[in-house]
Structures are given as C-alpha cells and as structure tokens.
C-alpha cells in the first residue's frame, strides 16, 4: 500500500473533523448517563428500520458470533438526504472506525453520523490486507446474482433494505451504497475487490451518534460471515454461517451533550452560477416574480403521517372545512375557488395548533425518552419544563396552550407591535409574556438564547444549529393537508395554490404536499406583504435575502424580514410564482371572504388578496399567462386564522 497524500485534505479553515474530546465522552459514557428507548434483533436474511433522534446513539451488535451487515441511512425527514459513501470515502477512508463519520448527498453535505465505538477499532490490515466496516464495494442484489448465476435470489441486502423501508414510504430506488459493518474487505494484487470471512465474535459491536433525525435500515447479509463465497467456482449456501444481529438506540444524559449542536447543510448557497431571473425582472417590476419554467417538483420526501395519527388523538380533533366559493370565483373570473378555512382548529382561530402542538409534544418525548402521547407525556413533563416561543400571535398562543395541555411553565417573546388582546390571551393560558423592542426577528433572536437543560425553544423558523424542532413544526402541517385530499371532489385537483408566507413553514408544507400528487403538479403562488416581501427578496436575489424592518403590515403573521434556513431550498425549487399585497388588498379580500360568509383577518386573506390582484392588475398579463390562469382555472386558497377580538393577533 502507497503513502502518496491524500488527495481530500482540510484546510486552514475546515471544521469537519470530528472533536475527539465530546465523541469520546459520549463513546465512554458510563451505564447511568444512558437511558436505553429501544432494543430488537434482525432475524438472518432479512433487514429492518428505525429511527434514531439527533443526540441519541445507537449501537449494531453481533449477538450470536460474526455477521455482516449492510446499512443503510436517510434523514428522518427528508430522505433526499441520506449516506453518501463514495465521498466519505474521500473525506474519511475506505473502511471506517471511531471519529470517522458518514457524510450526506448534496446538497447537503454534512455529517449524517459520527462514530463513537468500535470494538473492532484497530483491526487491519491483516495477512491480505483486509481491513472491517467497509465503503468499498456495496450491497448485493438479485440483479447481479441473475448477471453472475443467471438465478434468482429474492434476500440479497437490496430486497431486504427495499422491505424494510416501505413502512416509511421509501421505495428500492431509495436504497443506496451501504456501510458494510463487520465485513472484512480490501483490494488485491489485480486490484480487485475482495471479501473475507468477518473477525467479529460475539458481542462485538459498532456505535455511532445521530447528528440529525435518522432513519436507518440495515439488512443482515444473506452471505452471513462471508466464510463462504457466494459467487465463483466454490460458491455454496452460506445459510449455517447467518446470525442475527442486534439494535440498541440510547438516549443520553444531556450533559454528554455540552458543546454539541447538530450540523448545518453545506453553505454553498447552490446556484451553480446560475440565477432565478424572472420576466418580473426583465420588465423591471419588483412586485412579483415567476420562473420563467414552472417547475414540476420539490426537493423533499414524503410528509411524516405520524403528526397526522397524533393530531386524531387530541380532544376536539376534526377536520377542518374545505368551503367551495362559487360567488368568490365568478367575481375573480376563475372556474372554481376553494377555501380550507382553518377559522377554528383544536380550539384555536388558526392552523398554527397543528405544527406547535405536534413539535412540543416531540420535542419534550424526545426529551425524557417517551412517546409523544400527551396522556403518556404529561405525569413525565409536568413541572419539570419551560416551553419558549417568539411570536406576533397564533404560534406563541398555540405553543401557551399546549403547555398548558402538558402541565409545563412557558415563555412568550412578542415584539412591540404586538395588541393587548394578543397578551392577554396568552397571559390567559398561563405563560408569561416579555414584550422585545424591535421587530419579530428581534424578538426570535432573543427566545433564541433561552435553550437549556429544562427549557426547549419551540419555534417555526430555524437558524444555525437549530432546524430539528421547525422541521417538526412543517411536519405537523400535513395533517391539513391529508384533510384537503380527503376532502376535494373524486378525481379533482386544483390548478393553482396559493399560499400566504412569512417564514415560509407552511408554504414549505404546501410544496412537499404537491410534489406527493399524481399527475400534472398544481402550480403554487406565494403571497408576502409588500414590507415584509423576503420570499419574493430571495427568489429575486436568487439567494436567502432579508426584507428591512420596519414590518409594519397589518398582516401581522407575514410581518417576517427573513426566510427559515430550512424552508429557502424547498421554496426556492417549489415556487412557481410570488407576488405582493398591500393592506387595502388585504381589508378587501377580508370583505369578499365575509360576503361569502368566512371571517378572517388580514393575514388569514392574504392568499384571497393575492389572487385578487392576479385576476385584476393589468400590468400581470405576463404572470397571468405564466402560471396559465383563465376562466377555467381551478384555485385553492388558505384561509389560515379566523376572526379575533382585536388587531394586531396573526402570527
């Protein structure tokens, strides 16, 4: 073997090598710092996934002697995301051990997993230069098994990972090149790959720590220990050298923890040298934008349907009605105009129940290891936590309310804008409220800072090293969704979407949900308040780009200066169209939605708003014929608050 460098070195500035003194506290945890949530063994021949929580480890075990296994791992929540061998390959090296970690795909770019122990550590490279837990060569299949035999096999690593991952609504064109664990490989004289029986005994084992939510799926080699070939002219059955191995997911003591804050993807801002120049921008019309190629798809999985079998749970759960608007839709000279008015939703005037519930109840499971049941959750919670939120409304209310469902102290910070009856309301589910000077953003930044041991910031927006609790938050918005397919005619889809934007989490819902139809994709228009327009910013600068305060829209639940990290690459790819409004659009969409008997306030009209100057403005010909819009258009639009006591109570 040469010593020529490596080709892939870190320079001055590189941070990607792992900090050997907190992966080696959490690789030498003792007993008492770890708390065991889960625990099963994988049959021979056979393959299964789970979940592991960004902080918790998980350990893969040889529980009755050597046996390889083929691993495979996805982020949880977006499974575009996943392992990327060949670059770890490069970064780290062929065959893997402790501090050595397993990178993502791009766009992404950052490390999935980090390995904290090895029993194996150490090993290699031996007589023929083998070495253990390979990137080498991939997982078999039945495809190269009929290529090499011209038989079929139906239990090779690819078919056990295809089975394993459907419950997750994954598919075999999700499975991909593995980490080979307890596998002994190398490369020979002719440059050939080979394999050799595994130097794993009983109770061996490979640990790592979940950077991000992860959904693993391993499969337990058909080839067993690789102790019998399974191709060439000593080929046999291995079926005496298969074993079973096991899986341990622990959770830590948080204080294993100090220091560690989960990845942020790569921060090349992925234009490729290209820009999203827009006919807006050749007419020189700062208002609106629209690709000039509709896109037919957007860069994330499917929606996680457990926020939606949680929801059905909660008191009060119902779904929410889809309102046919025919007046609505003659006035604005469309063919049908659908409204999913969510006026009332578990006993709050607005969607926004449905991500907070959903991510505080997760963020506390995931917290002291329990499953996110409140009636589960609450005798483990109740006293012993602080929920924090920022907020102009609806988040902060629906963040107080479910504390208070739990039993647990919480915090709201409003900005200074913000009306009494807002306070009052919040104050009224017992939560304290600190008014911020300055704008939303002002006031984020600051819950931003309150995260603690006994105190979980549960906001929709994300910022470096905090995204796992706002993916949560757009999980939870599914459920309206589901509601919506439930609901529309047998065999009808809407041609056009629009959504109102603030931070962007539920229109980054709205874009997963279309990219999940069959056939022709709806196109979708973001509507944003003229002050408060860093979605229209963004797409225009072809990069994420803050809208200045003041924001002093009455649309108070848009009134936001910057796009959610997490929500920029969805929404850059998803979005067809975006466009302003201003106020006296919005106090006249809440007229129209009132003579059709939907009360609403401003941000909860906003979409209505938009499309009422798409239809109406003479100088959007150009977008009208864009996004293809005529008498036969089928719209659907989200009424997303009711009617409140007073101003100022959106966000």
């Given at each position: 073997?040469?010593?020529?460098?490596?080709?892939?070195?870190?320079?001055?500035?590189?941070?990607?090598?792992?900090?050997?003194?907190?992966?080696?506290?959490?690789?030498?945890?003792?007993?008492?710092?770890?708390?065991?949530?889960?625990?099963?063994?994988?049959?021979?021949?056979?393959?299964?996934?789970?979940?592991?929580?960004?902080?918790?480890?998980?350990?893969?075990?040889?529980?009755?002697g050597p046996q390889v296994g083929d691993l495979n791992v996805w982020h949880r929540h977006n499974p575009r995301e996943r392992m990327w061998a060949s670059r770890t390959r490069q970064l780290q090296r062929a065959h893997v051990s402790t501090y050595d970690r397993i990178w993502s795909?791009?766009?992404?770019?950052?490390?999935?997993?980090?390995?904290?122990?090895?029993?194996?550590?150490?090993?290699?490279?031996?007589?023929?230069?083998?070495?253990?837990?390979?990137?080498?060569?991939?997982?078999?299949?039945?495809?190269?098994?009929?290529?090499?035999?011209?038989?079929?096999?139906?239990?090779?690593?690819?078919?056990?990972?295809?089975?394993?991952?459907?419950?997750?609504?994954?598919t075999e064109l999700d499975v991909h090149d593995v980490l080979n664990v307890f596998q002994c490989t190398g490369l020979n004289d002719e440059d050939r790959y080979f394999m050799k029986a595994s130097p794993a005994r009983r109770g061996d084992f490979l640990e790592f720590f979940a950077?991000?939510?992860?959904?693993?799926?391993?499969?337990?080699c058909p080839g067993g220990d690789l102790s019998i070939p399974l191709w060439g002219p000593e080929a046999g059955d291995p079926i005496e050298v298969c074993r079973p191995l096991g899986i341990e997911v622990h959770r830590l003591d948080p204080a294993l923890l100090d220091g560690w804050?989960?990845?942020?993807?790569?921060?090349?801002?992925?234009?490729?040298?290209?820009?999203?120049?827009?006919?807006?921008?050749?007419?020189?019309?700062?208002?609106?934008?629209?690709?000039?190629?509709?896109?037919?798809?957007?860069?994330?999985?499917?929606?996680?349907?457990?926020?939606?079998?949680?929801?059905?749970?909660?008191?009060?759960?119902?779904?929410?009605?889809?309102?046919?608007?025919?007046?609505?839709?003659?006035?604005?000279?469309?063919?049908?105009?659908?409204?999913?008015?969510?006026?009332?939703?578990?006993?709050?005037?607005?969607?926004?129940?449905?991500?907070?519930?959903?991510?505080?109840?997760?963020?506390?499971?995931?917290?002291?290891?329990?499953?996110?049941?409140?009636?589960?959750?609450?005798?483990?919670?109740?006293?012993?936590?602080?929920?924090?939120?920022?907020?102009?409304?609806?988040?902060?209310?629906?963040?107080?309310?479910?504390?208070?469902?739990?039993?647990?102290?919480?915090?709201?910070?409003?900005?200074?804008?913000?009306?009494?009856?807002?306070?009052?309301?919040?104050?009224?589910?017992?939560?304290?409220?600190?008014?911020?000077?300055?704008?939303?953003?002002?006031?984020?930044?600051?819950?931003?800072?309150?995260?603690?041991?006994?105190?979980?910031?549960?906001?929709?927006?994300?910022?470096?090293?905090?995204?796992?609790?706002?993916?949560?938050?757009?999980?939870?918005?599914?459920?309206?969704?589901?509601?919506?397919?439930?609901?529309?005619?047998?065999?009808?889809?809407?041609?056009?979407?629009?959504?109102?934007?603030?931070?962007?989490?539920?229109?980054?819902?709205?874009?997963?949900?279309?990219?999940?139809?069959?056939?022709?994709?709806?196109?979708?228009?973001?509507?944003?308040?003229?002050?408060?327009?860093?979605?229209?910013?963004?797409?225009?600068?072809?990069?994420?780009?803050?809208?200045?305060?003041?924001?002093?829209?009455?649309?108070?639940?848009?009134?936001?200066?910057?796009?959610?990290?997490?929500?920029?690459?969805?929404?850059?790819?998803?979005?067809?169209?975006?466009?302003?409004?201003?106020?006296?659009?919005?106090?006249?969409?809440?007229?129209?939605?009132?003579?059709?008997?939907?009360?609403?306030?401003?941000?909860?009209?906003?979409?209505?708003?938009?499309?009422?100057?798409?239809?109406?403005?003479?100088?959007?010909?150009?977008?009208?014929?864009?996004?293809?819009?005529?008498?036969?258009?089928?719209?659907?639009?989200?009424?997303?608050?009711?009617?409140?006591?007073?101003?100022?109570?959106?966000?």
């Open positions: 073997m040469g010593s020529y460098p490596a080709a892939y070195q870190p320079g001055a500035n590189a941070t990607f090598a792992a900090d050997r003194d907190l992966y080696g506290r959490i690789g030498n945890a003792s007993p008492d710092q770890r708390i065991q949530v889960e625990s099963f063994i994988i049959p021979p021949r056979s393959g299964q996934a789970w979940e592991v929580p960004a902080g918790s480890v998980c350990r893969i075990i040889a529980v009755d795909t791009l766009p992404y770019l950052r490390p999935l997993l980090t390995i904290t122990g090895d029993s194996l550590d150490g090993y290699g490279p031996d007589e023929h230069g083998g070495r253990v837990h390979d990137l080498l060569g991939t997982r078999c299949d039945p495809y190269v098994n009929r290529l090499l035999t011209g038989e079929d096999f139906d239990f090779h690593c690819h078919s056990n990972l295809t089975r394993a991952v459907l419950p997750y609504g994954l950077e991000v939510d992860l959904l693993c799926a391993l499969s337990t804050t989960p990845p942020e993807p790569a921060l090349y801002r992925n234009m490729h040298g290209l820009t999203l120049l827009s006919v807006a921008q050749s007419q020189g019309d700062d208002s609106w934008w629209v690709r000039d190629s509709p896109t037919t798809s957007a860069p994330a999985g499917p929606l996680d349907t457990a926020a939606t079998d949680f929801h059905r749970t909660l008191p009060g759960y119902q779904p929410t009605p889809l309102q046919d608007l025919p007046e609505l839709a003659e006035k604005y000279g469309i063919g049908r105009l659908w409204a999913k008015v969510e006026s009332t939703r578990l006993g709050m005037p607005s969607f926004k129940m449905l991500g907070a519930s959903w991510a505080c109840c997760r963020a506390l499971a995931d917290r002291v290891g329990a499953p996110p049941i409140p009636d589960e959750l609450r005798p483990r919670v109740t006293g012993r936590f602080t929920l924090v939120a920022a907020t102009d409304g609806n988040h902060g209310h629906a963040v107080a309310r479910t504390a208070r469902w739990l039993g647990v102290a919480c915090r709201i910070y409003l900005p200074e804008s913000i009306g009494a009856e807002r306070s009052a309301a919040i104050k009224e589910e017992g939560a304290d409220v600190i008014v911020v000077p300055g704008s939303y953003d002002d006031a984020i930044a600051l819950a931003a800072t309150q995260e603690n041991d006994n105190t979980l910031v549960i906001s929709d927006t994300a910022w470096p090293g905090y995204e796992q609790v706002p993916r949560t938050v757009i999980d939870g918005y599914a459920t309206l969704f589901g509601e919506i397919e439930a609901q529309l005619p047998d065999g009808e889809l809407p041609d056009l979407v629009i959504v109102q934007v603030g931070v962007g989490a539920l229109a980054t819902a709205v874009a997963r949900w279309l990219s999940r139809l069959p056939g022709r994709r709806p196109r979708l228009l973001a509507v944003e308040p003229t002050e408060a327009a860093c979605l229209l910013r963004s797409l225009r600068a072809g990069a994420p780009t803050e809208a200045p305060a003041p924001h002093r829209s009455g649309m108070d639940g848009l009134n936001c200066g910057n796009v959610s990290p997490i929500a920029w690459p969805t929404l850059a790819a998803g979005i067809d169209a975006a466009l302003v409004v201003d106020d006296a659009a919005g106090a006249a969409a809440v007229a129209s939605l009132h003579s059709a008997g939907v009360s609403t306030e401003m941000t909860g009209a906003a979409g209505i708003a938009g499309l009422d100057r798409l239809t109406s403005d003479e100088t959007l010909d150009l977008l009208r014929r864009h996004l293809d819009v005529s008498a036969n258009t089928r719209v659907l639009a989200l009424v997303t608050e009711g009617a409140t006591a007073g101003p100022r109570q959106s966000r």
